[in-house]
């Protein structure tokens, strides 16, 4: 098994910045990729942003030029650093682990194998 636990959500006003964090642990073999998807209230879960191994990101339409993801391969940790903070980023953000890490569909839910309990962020107006 593997946890993910999720940290550096909280309450901003629009136009501010944020830093989540994401911490793997456990039953942790080879390569891994690792995405970030939000769930906004009465809304899918959407993706927002993924890296592989090597370093390739992705970014949905939404989170270019204001969202950057980044990961620490010793710590097994991903970030994901928002600024320009809008209300429309407000929800839950969700971290998750794919063991392939060439991400064949970044921005799918079942591409993932591994799912952190999600930090709440806020952006008010």
């Known amino acids: 098994q593997v946890q993910l636990v999720e940290s550096g959500g909280g309450l901003v006003q629009a136009g501010g910045s944020l830093r989540l964090s994401c911490a793997a642990s456990?039953?942790?073999?080879?390569?891994?990729?690792m995405g970030w998807f939000r769930q906004a209230p009465g809304k899918e879960r959407e993706a927002v942003a993924a890296?592989?191994?090597?370093?390739?990101?992705y970014y949905a339409d939404s989170a270019k030029g204001r969202f950057t993801i980044s990961r620490d391969y010793a710590k097994i940790t991903v970030y994901l650093q928002m600024n320009s903070l809008k209300p429309d980023d407000t929800g839950v953000y969700y971290c998750?682990?794919?063991?392939?890490?060439?991400?064949?569909?970044?921005?799918?839910?079942?591409?993932?194998?591994?799912w952190g309990q999600g930090t709440q962020v806020t952006v008010s107006s």
């Open positions: 890296i592989g191994y090597g370093g390739v990101t």
């Open positions: 998750a682990v794919d063991r392939n890490p060439l991400l064949v569909n970044w921005d799918s839910q079942s591409e993932y194998d591994y």
């Open positions: 456990g039953r942790i073999f080879g390569s891994l990729a």
